[in-house]
């Protein structure tokens, strides 16, 4: 993506930093950079223990001086990835887990966590957690980025005038990340989710006056229902459909 840039770069959700999407890059190419996580230090990595949310997300930035256009953002928050992501956004490549269990269907996310009581709301392993791939190439379209790449956990996202200059390939977003829902968690029928609205992200996820609760508001709830499917061939994922009720 042009270079290494500065080779800054900033992750979270790093558990003890060892699977994390940026350590090639310190280990092999010199990078520098901050993780940061919930549980967990290291500072020979260096990796912070921090708790963040959408609301802090942008002070802890500034509190380790990190560039406003860092070269590689990865984040993973395993429940506001969509409302967190939405307050950082100007890195040059971004790394951002997704929900799978989706596959291309349905533009969602989930509830915000509430303010000032984020630490009593945690993602229980099932599949309510994050953000769809429809929502979140949606909210990336908004700041001019565009899907790259997917690895069936992340998706990756370049800024599309720096990748049409450069002269690289870019994929098609209608089918994009792939194949249909797989089932890699474990059932969540009955949740609520936020139903992301395309036009709704185009009008407002740049307004940097707009809190990510009140940007929530802006969309509709809505209850979804799944049901499993087993594989018709050994070796196969289940997948598995959302719906909701009549």
């Known amino acids: 993506m042009g270079g290494h840039g500065k080779k800054e770069h900033f992750e979270f959700s790093s558990e003890t930093g060892v699977e994390v999407n940026t350590r090639i890059l310190r280990e092999l190419y010199g990078w520098k950079g901050h993780l940061l996580d919930g549980g967990n230090e290291n500072p ?20 380790y001086h990190v ?13 506001d990835d969509f409302w967190t992501t ?28 509430p303010v000032g009581e984020e630490e009593k709301t945690h993602w229980n392993g099932d599949c309510y957690f994050g953000v769809s791939a429809p929502a979140l190439i949606h909210l990336m379209q908004a700041f001019g980025y565009t899907p790259v790449f997917s690895n069936d956990v992340n998706l990756m996202f370049v800024q599309l005038n720096q990748a049409l ?41 740049a307004e940097e006056t707009l809190s990510h609760t009140a940007f929530a508001a802006s969309f509709s709830d809505i209850v979804l229902h799944e049901k499993t499917y087993k594989a018709s061939k050994r070796g196969d994922r289940d997948w598995r459909n959302f719906y909701q009720l009549e």
């Open 67 to 79: 560039d406003k256009h860092v070269d590689v953002l990865s984040i993973d928050t395993d429940y």
């Open 165 to 205: 200059d450069l002269g690289m390939m870019i994929p098609s977003i209608d089918r994009f990340p792939g194949p249909s829902e797989r089932v890699r968690h474990a059932g969540c029928s009955g949740r609520t989710w936020k139903e992301i609205d395309p036009e709704t992200v185009k009008s407002k996820a």
């Open 44 to 63: 020979d990595i260096p990796l912070h223990k921090e708790y963040f949310t959408p609301s802090n997300i942008v002070s802890l930035l500034e509190k």
């Open 86 to 113: 939405r307050e950082i956004l100007t890195t040059r490549v971004l790394i951002n887990e997704y929900n799978v269990n989706f596959g291309q269907s349905w533009s969602v996310s989930t509830v915000p966590k």
